[in-house]
C-alpha cells in the first residue's frame, strides 16, 4: 500500500508518492508529471488529463477546465458569474441554486456539479498512481488554498468520497510548501532558540497566496497567510485582450466574438509570457488561419506587458505589504523568501519581492513540485503504513470566526476564533439554558472574498429545565478540524441533582470529638464547585479545572473563653443541633445532547448516489476502451491484410488471384462498414469480425510460414547428415578421438544418416512443380523432426567421453620392484618386513 500527495491546481495537478528513497513525484501515462486539470466528453468516451486539454479547441462545449474556483460555490455568487463569462462550456443553475455543468455523454444531455467533474479528474490521479506503483492507493493528502472556506473545503472532500479515496487530510497549500522547505533542512534552531523566519510567495495559475512561516528543529508553525485571485491567467487575459484589439484595427477581426479563436488566442498569449520570463527583447506572436482564413502577426517586449500588467503587479505588492503587517514580522527578522508556482518566474514579481522584503528572491524549492512533495510528506507522517520522522505542523484559521444564537433576552453574537487562530483547535463554550437552541456560525463580515460568509446553523436537541424548573448548564465544543473545517462537533448538559440524608452523630469517646470523623458542624461543608459555575452567560469560553477540597472551618480556641457557658452545656448543645442536621448530597450527570446541523456539502445518500454514478462510469469507461481496442484491432488487420496481399506483399505469391481479389473486395466491405455502420457497434461483433477474416487468411499465412522455411530446415538436416557421415569416416581412419567407439555403434549411425539420406531425397522430390499458392507435400514439422531424430541418435554416440584410463597396480607405482627395498651398498637384498620405511623415516633430525 502506498500513500500519496495530491496537489490540485486550477490548471494541471501533481501527484507526489513516498518511498524509502525519498519523495518522488510521478509521470502519467504521457510520461509528464503534470496532469491537466480537464475533463472532456466526446461521445460515449470520457477523456481525462493530457488527451482532454489537448481536444479544448475542437471539442469545446464538451471539455471542462477551470472548474476548481466553482467548487463549494453558488450560481448566485457574483465571482461564480464573473468566472462563467469566461468559460466556454454550459453552466448553469441547479434545483438548490447550486452549479450545474452542461455536457453531451453517451449521446445524452447530462448536467454534472463541480465536484462530480473533480471526482473524475481524481479518478484520473488514483489510475496513474496505481500504473505507477503497481499498487492499491488507498491513503492521501491532498492540497487547498489557504483562503478556502468551510464550504469549498467541505466540497473537495466529498469530490474525494466520490471517487473512492481516502483522504488523511485537507492540507492548506502553502502548509505543504513550508513542510516541504523545512523537512529535510538540517540546520534550523533549537526550540529554545530564536526561530527562522520564512516568506513563501506562491502565484499560479489563479491565485497569489503570501504566507509567513517560523521553523524549529521538527516543528513549522504558520504566523499568516495572505492572498488575491491573481495568477498567471491574469497576465495572459491582458496579452490576448491587446492583441485582440489590435488585430481588431489591424485585420477587421474581433476574436472575442468567436470562443473558439479567442481560446487559441489565450493559448498563444501564454507562450508568449513564458518566453518574455527568460526574453527581454522584443518577441513575434503568429497565429496560422486564425479568423476568416486570416494569418495574424504581431510582437510585444517585456516591458510593453509589465505596463499592461500594471495594476495586477500593484494587487500583487498590496497583498505582500498586507503579510509584513499581519505577521508582525520586519524585513530584517525574515531569513529568506521563497518562491513556488508557475507564475513566480515572472521578474516583475521577483522585484517586487526584493524590494518589499529586502531579500532576493530564493528557488531552494521545485517551484512546480514542492506543494505535491509536501502533500505527500504530511501523508507519511499520518499514514501507519509508512515510518517517518515526526515533524510537527501548526497551521492558522485564516478568517475570524462568528457565532450568534437568540434566547429571552434577544439576539446575542461573539467571536469564537480570532483570525490566525493556531488549527486544529478545540474549544468549550458554556451556557445555561433550559430549553433547546440554535447557534449560528458565519466568517466575521467582510472577512471573507464572497458573497455568503455563513458556515451553518446547529440545532442543539434535549436540552431541558432541572427538577426545580430552573436552567442548566451545557457545554457546547466548537472545533476546528485538521482539515481546516470549522464545526460544532458535540454538546454536553450537565445535570445536578440534590439530595437530603440524616447523619447519624458518634458519641466523643473520653468527652472528646475525633479529629477529622466528619461529624460535628465543622464537618458540614459545602459541595465542591462544579466546572463552570462561575459562568453567567451563554457563550463564555472557560477553561475547565479540577474542583479542589474546600478547607474545614477553624475553630477559634478564644471563642467561648468569656462566655459563662460550661463545658456540659455546650455539649449538650452542640449533640442537639448535630441530632437535627441533615448532610445535602450534590450529584451531577453529564447528558450527551443531539446537534443536527444545516451546513454544507452533500448527505449521506447525495454522495452514495454519485459514487454509485462514477463507478458506473469507470466501469462504462472499462468497457469502451476494450470495444475501441477490439475497433482498432479490426481497422488494423485490414489495412495489414491488403497490404500483405497486394503485390510485393508477404503473401502474394502463396494466394491465387482469384482469393485474392474476394479478399480485397471483402476489406474494402470492411472498412465501409467500419466508417458507417460498423462506427459504434459493440465488442463482440469487432471480435467475431476479426475471426472470419483471419480464418481465411489461415491457409495462406500457413503456407508462407512453411515455404519460408522449408530451405533453411532442409539445409540443418542436409549438414546433420554430413556431420554424421564424416564421423563415421574418421572412424575408420582410426582417429583417436572416436577409439573408444564399438564398431556395432558406427553401423548405427551409418544406417540412420543413410535413412535420413533417403528421406531427404524423397522429400526434395516431392516439391518439384509444386506452386507456392499450394499446400506442401511436405510439413516444416516433419523435416525438423527427422533432423532432431537424426541429432539425437548420433549425439548419444559421437558425443560419449572416452572411458578414464585404469589406476596401475601399488608394486607398479614403487618402481616394478615388486615390493622388496632397494639393494644394499654390499649388493645384498633384505627381504621386507612391514610397511616401507623411507630414508627420511629412518633418520634423526636434528
Known sequence: MSVIGIDFGNESCYVAVAKAGGIETIANDYSLRATPSFVA?????????????????????????????????????????????????????????????????????????????????????????????KTQINDCVITVPSYFTNAERQALLDAANICGLNVLRLVNE????????????????????????????????????????????GALKMLASCSDSVGGRDFDLMLAMHFNKEFLTKYKIDASSKKRAFLRLMAEAEKL?????????????????????????????????EELCGHLFQRIEKTMRKLLVDSKLAPEDIHSVEI??????????????????????????????????????????????????????TDVQAYPVMISWTDAEGPHEMKVFEQYHSAPFCRLLTVHRKDPMTINMHYEADSVPYLDPSI????????????????????????????????????????????????????????????????????????SPQPGDDTGKVGEPMDIQEGSDDEQPKKDPKSNESSGEGWTQRVTRWFTSVCADKKKKVTTKQVELTVESQTHGYGTSELHKYFEEEMKMIA????????????????????????????????????????ASDICRELEETENWLYEEGESCEKAVYKERLEKLRAKM?????????????????????????????????????????????????INITEAAQKAQKWYDEARSKLVGVRKTQDTPVKLADIRHETQTLTACTNSVLNRPKPKPPTPPADQQNGGNGGSEPTAAGGEQHESHGPKQTTEDSMDVE
Open 340 to 393: 513556488v508556482g508557475g507564475s513566480s518566474r515572472i521578474p516583475a514579481i521577483k522585484h517586487l519581492i526584493e524590494q518589499i522584503f529586502g531579500k532576493q528572491a530564493s528557488t531552494t524549492l521545485n517551484q512546480d513540485e514542492a506543494v505535491s512533495r509536501g502533500a505527500a510528506l504530511q501523508c507519511a507522517i499520518l499514514s501507519p503504513a509508512v515510518r517517518v520522522r515526526e515533524f510537527s505542523c
Open 698 to 746: 489461415e491457409p495462406m499465412r500457413v503456407r508462407y510460414e512453411e515455404y519460408s522455411g522449408q530451405e533453411q530446415a532442409f539445409s540443418e538436416l542436409g549438414h546433420s547428415i554430413q556431420q554424421t557421415l564424416k564421423a563415421v569416416e574418421l572412424y575408420r581412419a582410426k582417429e583417436p578421438k572416436y577409439d573408444h567407439l564399438t564398431e556395432t555403434e558406427m
Open 41 to 133: 466528453f466526446a461521445g460515449r468516451n470520457r477523456v481525462l488529463g493530457v488527451a482532454a486539454k489537448n481536444q479544448q479547441v475542437t471539442n469545446m462545449n464538451n471539455t471542462i477546465g477551470g472548474f476548481k474556483r466553482l467548487l463549494g460555490r453558488k450560481f448566485g455568487d457574483p465571482d461564480v458569474q464573473e468566472e462563467v463569462r469566461s468559460l466556454p462550456y454550459q453552466v448553469e443553475a441547479t434545483a438548490n441554486g447550486g452549479i450545474g455543468i452542461r455536457v453531451n455523454y453517451l449521446d445524452e444531455e447530462h448536467v454534472f456539479t463541480p465536484e462530480q467533474i473533480t471526482a473524475m479528474l481524481f479518478t484520473k490521479l488514483k489510475e496513474d498512481a496505481f500504473k505507477e506503483l
Open 456 to 527: 451553518g446553523s446547529y440545532h442543539v436537541k434535549g436540552i431541558k429545565p432541572d427538577a426545580a424548573g430552573e436552567s442548566q448548564e451545557v457545554k457546547v465544543k466548537v472545533r476546528i478540524n485538521s482539515n481546516g473545517i470549522i464545526l460544532i462537533s458535540s454538546a454536553t448538559m450537565y445535570e445536578r441533582k440534590e439530595s437530603e440524608e440524616p447523619v447519624s452523630p458518634t458519641p466523643a469517646t473520653n468527652g472528646e470529638q475525633k479529629a477529622g470523623d466528619g461529624s460535628g458542624p465543622q464537618a458540614a461543608t459545602p459541595p
Open 174 to 217: 502553502t502548509t505543504a510548501t513550508a513542510l516541504s522547505y523545512g523537512f529535510y533542512k538540517q540546520d534550523l534552531p533549537a526550540p529554545e532558540e530564536k526561530p527562522r523566519n520564512v516568506v513563501f510567495v506562491d502565484c499560479g495559475h489563479a491565485s497569489l497566496q503570501v504566507s509567513a512561516c517560523s521553523f524549529h528543529k
Open 620 to 659: 462504462n469507461d472499462r468497457q469502451e476502451k476494450e470495444r475501441i481496442d477490439a475497433r482498432n484491432a479490426l481497422e488494423e488487420a485490414v489495412y495489414e491484410v491488403r497490404e500483405k496481399i497486394q503485390e510485393e506483399g508477404l503473401l502474394h505469391a502463396y494466394i491465387e488471384p482469384k482469393d
Open 273 to 305: 509570457k513564458k518566453n518574455m520570463s527568460a526574453n527581454s527583447t522584443k518577441l513575434p506572436l503568429n497565429i496560422e488561419c486564425f479568423m476568416n482564413e486570416i494569418d495574424v502577426h504581431s510582437s510585444l517586449q517585456r516591458s510593453d506587458m
